[in-house]
C-alpha cells in the first residue's frame, strides 16, 4: 500500500520557521508530481507549494517568498520549508502526490493520487 506520511508540524511563533517532510512508501514506481496543501477548519483545502519533478513549481500567492519546496527522488521525498510565519498559515497541512504503482497482474504502470493524513501547523502571535 502506497502511503505518503508527513511529519514536522507543530507550533511555531510568528516570523519563526518550520520544516515539512513527506515520504512516499511502499510499492512506489514512480512520483510525479508532489505538493503540499493545507485545509482551515470550515474551508477548503487549498494549494500551497507543488513540484513537478521536472523543473516546474507553483506556489500559492500567499507564500511566495516565504515557503519554498524541494523533493529528492532517490529518498522519494518532499519538503516544504517555511519561513517568516504567520498566524495565518496555521492550518492542517497534507501532502499529495501523483504516484504510479505496477499493477500486479499486467506489470503495466498506473497512475494515482495519493494524499498524506496531514500534520498541523501552528503559528501564534
Known amino acids: 500500500q502506497v502511503r505518503l506520511v508527513e511529519s514536522g508540524g507543530g507550533l511555531a511563533q510568528a516570523g519563526g520557521s518550520l520544516r515539512l517532510t513527506c515520504a512516499a512508501t511502499?510499492?512506489?514506481?514512480?512520483?510525479?508530481?508532489m505538493g503540499w496543501y493545507r485545509q482551515v477548519p470550515g474551508k477548503q483545502r487549498e494549494l500551497v507549494a507543488s513540484n513537478d519533478g521536472s523543473g516546474s513549481v507553483n506556489y500559492a500567492e500567499a507564500v511566495k517568498g516565504r515557503f519554498a519546496i524541494s523533493r529528492d527522488n532517490s529518498k522519494k521525498t518532499v519538503t516544504l520549508q517555511m519561513d517568516s510565519l504567520k498566524p495565518e498559515d496555521s492550518a492542517v497541512y497534507f501532502c499529495?502526490?501523483?504516484?504510479?504503482?505496477?499493477?500486479?497482474?499486467?506489470?503495466?504502470?498506473?497512475?494515482?493520487?495519493?494524499w498524506g493524513r496531514g500534520t498541523q501547523v501552528t503559528v501564534s502571535s
Open positions: 499529495n502526490a501523483d504516484i504510479a504503482v505496477i499493477n500486479p497482474s499486467t506489470g503495466i504502470p498506473y497512475s494515482s493520487n495519493y
Open positions: 511502499g510499492p512506489v514506481f514512480v512520483v510525479n508530481t
